[in-house]
């Protein structure tokens, strides 16, 4: 009889770390057959293919001046697709060595807020009344604009690249502290009564229960946090910065050159995708349970 209570018990506590609809028997309309497979398997190549077509079309309705005769504006105000892969290709050295130092302050600042993020939201989980204010304090800090984060970071860690880390730092602390503290407190209660009637301390119900339950609302702060972390870096170069992709964007904006200005902003828009794909990829090896991974696969 004991040994049949500890399976259940096992049971209940694996179900509470997973989705509301994912519990249970799977249901029946993931029961794979080979004609299920290769319609999604079809539907995954369209998904992809739409998605795609559309990009060509548009770099191509682009190219033939289409853009430009919708909006008004002269090639030298928007250039042409091919003169942006030209000024790409003739500054490829500056770009890339610029790209791994926007990059390193983006990847530095999201690490760096992600952590201080989510030890607020666990500190906030153990004290459930005070933990909330806490977490509504670091919402507003998330609000205060980037333009005027900036300067402040520059005067108090200087024009190198820790005043930018610390810019992007400040704006992922938040969303990963509310997003994680969501997915730290919102558990149903018969699972943490059940965590205490097996007598497990705070540590052991953080480990087991929280953190595994948590998981989904982390990732998900990682990926808004890669996106504001590129809007951060790039312009916390703009105002106090000798490189990067922000400090070469300003410049070349300065100057009149918009074949490479435009080229800085597809750089760093392929770098956001790359960081984007690494975190999802995470996300997919550390929660293949989830309902989220089951419908993209």
Same mark, same amino acid.
């Given at each position: 009889?004991?040994?049949?209570?500890?399976?259940?018990?096992?049971?209940?506590?694996?179900?509470?770390?997973?989705?509301?609809?994912?519990? !249970?028997?799977?249901?029946?309309?993931? $029961?794979?057959?080979?004609?299920?497979?290769?319609?999604?398997?079809?539907? /995954?190549?369209?998904?992809?293919?739409?998605?795609?077509?559309?990009?060509?079309?548009?770099?191509?309705?682009?190219?033939?001046?289409?853009?430009?005769?919708?909006?008004?504006?002269?090639?030298?105000?928007?250039?042409?697709?091919?003169?942006?892969?030209?000024?790409?290709?003739?500054?490829?050295?500056?770009?890339?060595?610029?790209?791994?130092?926007?990059?390193?302050?983006?990847?530095? !600042? =999201?690490?760096?807020?992600?952590?201080?993020?989510?030890?607020?939201?666990?500190?906030?989980?153990?004290?459930?009344?005070?933990?909330?204010?806490?977490?509504?304090?670091?919402?507003?800090?998330?609000?205060?604009?980037?333009?005027?984060?900036?300067?402040?970071?520059?005067?108090?860690?200087?024009?190198?690249?820790?005043?930018?880390?610390?810019?992007?730092?400040?704006? $992922?602390?938040?969303?990963?502290?509310? /997003?994680?503290?969501?997915?730290?407190?919102?558990?149903?209660?018969?699972?943490?009564?059940?965590?205490?009637?097996?007598?497990?301390?705070?540590?052991? $119900?953080?480990?087991?229960?929280?953190?595994?339950?948590?998981?989904?609302?982390?990732?998900?702060?990682?990926?808004?946090?890669?996106?504001?972390?590129?809007?951060?870096?790039?312009?916390?170069?703009?105002?106090?910065?000798?490189?990067?992709?922000?400090?070469?964007?300003?410049?070349?904006?300065?100057?009149?050159?918009?074949?490479?200005?435009?080229? =800085?902003?597809?750089?760093?828009?392929?770098?956001?995708?790359?960081?984007?794909?690494?975190?999802? !990829?995470?996300?997919?090896?550390?929660?293949?349970?989830?309902?989220?991974?089951?419908?993209?696969?």
């Amino acid at each position: 009889m004991k040994e049949a209570a500890f399976t259940a018990e096992k049971e209940l506590l694996a179900q509470a770390v997973r989705e509301p609809g994912d519990r !249970g028997e799977p249901p029946a309309e993931f $029961t794979r057959t080979g004609r299920t497979r290769r319609g999604k398997s079809a539907a /995954s190549w369209q998904s992809r293919l739409y998605p795609a077509a559309a990009g060509l079309l548009f770099l191509l309705l682009w190219q033939l001046g289409a853009l430009h005769g919708l909006l008004g504006l002269e090639p030298y105000q928007l250039p042409l697709p091919s003169d942006i892969g030209a000024s790409i290709r003739d500054n490829a050295d500056v770009l890339w060595l610029y790209s791994l130092y926007t990059g390193a302050e983006i990847a530095g !600042g =999201c690490l760096l807020g992600s952590v201080l993020g989510l030890a607020a939201a666990v500190g906030a989980s153990f004290l459930p009344r005070a933990g909330q204010a806490g977490i509504s304090v670091l919402a507003a800090v998330s609000a205060v604009p980037i333009v005027a984060l900036s300067p402040i970071a520059s005067s108090w860690f200087g024009d190198g690249i820790l005043s930018r880390i610390a810019v992007v730092a400040v704006l $992922t602390t938040a969303t990963m502290a509310v /997003s994680a503290y969501k997915g730290l407190t919102a558990i149903e209660p018969s699972y943490l009564e059940l965590m205490s009637s097996a007598a497990a301390d705070r540590w052991q $119900t953080l480990r087991k229960l929280r953190l595994p339950h948590a998981l989904p609302d982390i990732f998900s702060a990682l990926k808004i946090g890669m996106s504001t972390g590129i809007i951060g870096a790039i312009v916390g170069e703009f105002f106090v910065a000798s490189r990067g992709l922000g400090y070469l964007l300003s410049d070349q904006i300065r100057l009149g050159n918009m074949p490479l200005a435009w080229a =800085c902003i597809t750089i760093a828009a392929v770098l956001g995708i790359v960081l984007y794909t690494l975190i999802e !990829g995470a996300e997919r090896f550390a929660i293949p349970w989830h309902v989220s991974q089951r419908r993209s696969s």
